[in-house]
């Protein structure tokens, strides 16, 4: 990423300001419509879940200009999803929503550059996450 | 410069490959796995995925272990894969009658006893250049559940058929690599480097590798070290220009170019001997060198066992090319020394008490890297590390690397071991005159009985099939058996000699030489079986035969593999021949054709050959004309492109008949001209004539035919080839009418085959001009799946039925001759086409007919197939001709029940 593409992830998502639970409402929307077999995957009451969405991600995206405070965050965050049973497979699926729920709710304001931005930072994020995860993970048995 | 970088660097981040990783996690997890391929393009990663699923699979407390295939490890055998082996194992008895297996078992047992039972998670880099004797190994290990195996093939590479056979049975995982995308680039980039990269540099590198992983490794190290990668602010930066070229090997060039002279000599002594023990090169290089080369990412140290590696297979391709000859040759002599002087050190038990697995493992690996080394310089390695691996290669069937090894003895060493192995690598590569020289030269050498006797009968084997000299053949095995007498090696003489009578075309003698064999064991009932199943089947004695063929196939499976025999599956095309010659038409295609999807892929060309002439011959019969063409086209260009002049001979025949009946003359006569090239094969020589006689009729000349069925015939009945003689005269009677009976019915006496019976009764009633007899025929040879000679017998009938006055059955009997001959893929011979009688109908008049006969008016007709009603009523007129009949009311009546 360039510093002008973190810059750009971070103030498209500032502008979000009040949509901010639309957006988390719109993403969980996404995820299930796009692949319905993850919804199980989410024990918890879904109010609560969204919010906590909204938090993490909003510290993923002021993390994100520096590596080493982005690795603290994706480093835990991907463990515990290993124990939430996500799989590899399944990060693609949610960039996407994640995506499609950023075009939704910013309009005309999510363009190319922007969702360009967006694609790199979910997939340095994704990838950390996964990283997390493969050193959280027992092998074989 | 570096400095900055190093902790990234010391573990070069892996972006985009989790999936790939949780699928090596799963198939791990799963017991009926045995393992995972990894396929891709070169720098596309797949070493690296490969170590990081180790590197998981350690972690999680697995028993891990590297082998690495190369180009000159691929030359010794067992060389890659040494660690997996117990001390002193991977050698069979001087003469090679340990059993390979009973190694292979062995290495099974040392390695569940290491482990505890666990599976050892094996990655065998670049695994299409590892030997054929480790890829078995390999096989047999991952088939036990005794290695859990991680395969990389690159792309182009031929694939191995261990990795082939079991991915096709649903073992092994694959997982095919593709360079990055642009997207994962960026991440690996940022990763990487630890911070944002500025949109010019990412864009340039971009460029320049198109998401090749080996590619952005090497311009960011080489950037990196240049300087032309630099940090500002916490952004980086393309301050220089990177390399303009896009070409990898110059990009290692480079970074290797800028090595002090310590760091290079230990990465030039890497790319030859590598792995080496991390002790020695600490013992070498001054200190920091070896850090700093790791931190560059040139070298990687394994823990567990204290070796240094080179980074990346393509480091050593490139280092090596550039070392000069004269430097390679002294550094790999120098490394042999060294190793064969610690060994010595360590002594031949290794020591006092029992040596640790380690140990051993790695005392059972030098020896064969010192033959390596030496052999790679041009040095002479010991002799007898050569003639071992030769047994290993040979055991895989790799006789290009027997024959290297063996070459590489001198010549005052080869002894006569050496000179058998040498002599049957020649022999099947097809260097016959040199096989011969070598076998002789080792029959004077000093020898057990043992190994006397499998020259001798490879020496006759390499006369009778390479040089086509069945006499010389004979002589050579005369003078053993007057040398050899304690048995079981004699009748093990006398079994061979009884094969050369057989494969020469004389089942008779070869009966009376095999009725000297009293008992024998095991190994002389195999070989006897070779030459007693094929000259039982000629002698029409088929149920004896098929009995002895299916004896033989048990008796060999019990021996296993040994030295100087035929492959196993010889056996099986001998059942095929003796199920043929007994008319089990059906069961010997089937088995066939089993046959040939086992041996195909695997390095048995001659009994492919023999399958699909056997599949040509058996559909020959059948009356499948274009099958029968298609499958001896295949035998031939498979014998021409293997060298073995005798079965092409066989095939061309096949193929000559096959095009003659279906009557394209000059695609039969083609056939024969390529025959005449080769030389004579006396095998099946009688049957070899059809080919003449049916070309001869193909091409207008049925005296001519006449003449060659019946000097064939005479040669058949003077060598006991009942079956041929059979065949020859009944084709007389068939394409003459000459008649043959009287021999005929002493041959369906002297035969039990039910197939010379129908062909004598045929002979029997084409003399009677009986119509009942001829359709009685017909049903015979329908019974057993010989259409066309059916359909003939049936049109005979017709003919017969209609000189007695009797239409109705006459016609009946040719509508049962055209249905026939339908079967049989377009053949015409001349016993479908009588000119004096009705002709059967062709299969457009058939078809027209029919449905005229159902009430049909002529415009329906041509509508419903697409004519004229023009051409439908000139169809109808020479149909009416053809049934003697004047209205479609007739045609009714002559159609009868078939409506």
Redesign the interface.
């Known amino acids: ?6 810059t750009l992830v971070q103030t498209s998502y500032e502008g979000l300001g009040p949509r901010l639970p639309d957006l988390t409402a719109r993403f969980y929307q996404e995820l299930f419509r796009r692949d319905p077999g993850l919804r199980p995957l989410f024990t918890t009451d879904m109010a609560e879940q969204q919010v906590r969405f909204s938090l993490k991600l909003t510290q993923l995206v002021q993390a994100i ?4 405070e982005l690795l603290v965050h994706t480093r835990a965050l991907g463990a515990r999803h290993v124990g939430y049973g996500v ?3 399944d ?1 693609p699926t949610v960039g996407a929503a994640l995506l499609d729920a950023l075009a939704a709710v910013l309009g005309d304001d999510f363009d190319a550059e922007t969702r360009q931005a967006w ?2 930072a979910y ?2 994020m994704a ?2 996450m ?2 997390g ?2 050193a959280a ?5 | 410069m570096l400095s900055a970088v190093t902790g990234t660097l010391q573990r070069w ?4 490959r ?2 790939e ?2 699928v090596f ?1 799963r198939v ?2 799963s017991v009926e796995q045995k393992g995972l391929v990894i396929y891709g393009r070169a720098g596309v990663g797949k070493t690296r995925l490969a170590d990081e699923c180790r590197q ?2 350690a ?2 407390g ?1 028993p891990t272990e590297r082998i690495a295939g190369s180009r000159t490890a691929a030359l010794l055998p067992l060389g890659a894969v040494a660690a997996l082996l117990p001390r002193g194992a991977g050698w069979p008895d001087a003469d090679g009658t340990a059993g390979i297996v009973a190694l292979f078992e062995q290495a099974r047992q040392f390695l569940l006893q290491r482990h505890g039972g666990r599976r050892l998670v094996t990655v065998a880099d670049d695994m299409a250049l590892l030997d054929a004797a480790s890829l078995a190994l390999l096989g047999y290990l991952a088939a036990h559940g005794t290695v859990f195996l991680i395969a990389t093939v690159r792309t182009g590479e031929p694939v191995p058929d261990l990795v082939t056979g079991l991915w096709r049975d649903g073992l092994l995982e694959r997982i095919d690599l593709a360079d990055l995308s642009r ?2 680039l ?2 690996l980039l ?2 990487a480097l ?6 010019g540099a ?1 864009q340039e590198i971009w460029e320049v590798t198109a998401g090749n992983p080996m590619y952005v490794r090497e311009l960011v190290l080489g950037g990196l070290e240049s300087g032309a990668l630099v940090e500002r602010s916490g ?1 980086w930066h393309l301050e220089g220009r990177l390399p303009s070229t896009s070409r990898l090997l110059d990009l290692v060039e480079q970074r290797i170019g800028q090595l002090s002279a310590e760091a290079r000599s230990v990465v030039e002594l890497l790319s030859l001997c590598q792995p080496v023990e991390l002790g020695y090169l600490e013992s070498i290089a001054p200190a920091g060198v070896l850090e700093s080369l790791e931190r560059a990412g040139l070298v990687m140290i394994t823990l567990p066992d204290q070796a240094v590696r080179l980074a990346h297979p393509m480091h050593a391709r490139v280092v090596r090319a550039a070392i000069p000859q004269s430097r390679a040759r002294a550094t790999l002599l120098a490394q042999a020394s060294r190793l064969e002087a610690a060994l010595t050190a360590q002594g031949p038990s290794g020591g006092s008490g029992p040596p640790s697995a380690a140990t051993s493992a790695a005392a059972a690996s030098a020896a064969l890297r010192i033959a390596l080394w030496r052999l790679d310089a041009g040095g002479q390695p010991d002799p007898d590390v050569l003639i071992r691996g030769a047994h290993l290669a040979r055991y895989a069937h790799d006789f290009r690397v027997v024959r290297r090894l063996i070459e590489a003895v001198p010549g005052d060493r080869l002894d006569a071991v050496g000179a058998l192995l040498l002599g049957e690598a020649l022999y099947e590569l097809g260097e016959f005159r040199d096989a011969d020289r070598v076998l002789a030269r080792g029959q004077q050498q000093p020898s057990t009985e043992q190994v006397a006797l499998r020259l001798a009968v490879t020496r006759a084997k390499n006369a009778q099939w390479g040089l086509c000299e069945p006499e010389a053949a004979l002589v050579i095995n005369g003078a053993a058996r007057a040398v050899i007498t304690s048995r079981p090696l004699a009748e093990e003489l006398i079994a061979d000699e009884a094969s050369v009578l057989t494969f020469s075309g004389h089942p008779d003698r070869a009966l009376i030489v095999l009725d000297r064999i009293t008992g024998g064991d095991r190994r002389t009932r195999v070989v006897r079986a070779i030459a007693s199943a094929p000259a039982l089947a000629m002698a029409g004695w088929t149920a004896q035969a098929i009995a002895a063929a299916e004896e033989g196939r048990a008796d060999h499976a019990a021996l296993g593999e040994e030295l100087a025999i035929a492959h196993p599956a010889m056996h099986v095309v001998n059942l095929v021949f003796a199920l043929t010659e007994a008319g089990r038409l059906a069961e010997a295609e089937q088995l066939a054709r089993a046959g040939t999807e086992t041996v195909a892929g695997s390095r048995v060309p001659v009994a492919q050959i023999f399958f699909a002439a056997n599949l040509g011959r058996i559909a020959t019969l059948q009356g499948r004309a274009t099958t029968a063409r298609r499958y001896y086209a295949e035998a031939a260009g498979l014998a021409d492109a293997n060298r073995f002049a005798g079965p092409r001979r066989l095939a061309l025949s096949g193929l000559a008949v096959a095009c003659a009946m279906l009557g394209d003359a000059a695609a039969a006569a083609q056939a024969l001209a390529e025959r005449a090239a080769g030389p004579p094969f006396g095998f099946r020589e009688p049957e070899q004539h059809l080919a003449d006689a049916w070309t001869a009729l193909a091409s207008g000349q049925p005296a001519e035919a006449a003449e060659w069925l019946n000097e064939a015939a005479a040669l058949a009945a003077a060598t006991g080839h009942r079956t041929a003689e059979a065949w020859l005269l009944h084709d007389l009677v068939r394409i003459t009418g000459q008649d043959a009976t009287a021999r005929l019915l002493e041959l369906a006496d002297a035969c039990d085959s039910p197939l010379v019976r129908a062909r004598a009764r045929h002979a029997l009633a084409v003399r009677a001009r009986s119509a009942p007899e001829l359709a009685a025929a017909a049903d015979d040879f329908e019974a057993l799946g010989a259409m066309l000679l059916a359909a003939e017998a049936a049109a005979g009938a017709a003919e017969a039925y209609s000189r007695a006055g009797d239409p109705r059955a006459a016609a009946a009997a040719l509508r049962r001759s055209n249905v026939l001959a339908a079967t049989c893929e377009g053949a015409s011979t001349p016993g479908l086409v009588h000119a004096d009688t009705a002709v059967p109908l062709s299969g457009r008049e058939r078809e027209i007919v029919l449905l005229a006969a159902k009430g049909l008016a002529s415009k329906d007709i041509a509508e419903r197939l697409y004519l004229s009603v023009r051409t439908v009523n000139n169809h109808l007129q020479h149909a009416y001709a053809k049934l003697g009949v004047g209205s479609r009311a007739g045609l009714a009546q002559a159609l009868g029940s078939e409506r």
């Open positions: 990423m360039t510093p002008e593409q973190i200009g520096s590596l080493d799989r590899a497979v990060y694609v790199l997939n340095l990838e950390t996964l990283a995860a493969a993970r027992p092998v074989g048995g | 981040p892996i972006v985009g989790r999936a990783l949780e996690e791990l997890d998981q699979a972690a999680a697995h997207v994962h960026d991440t940022h990763l630890g911070g944002p990269v500025e949109a990412e952004v």
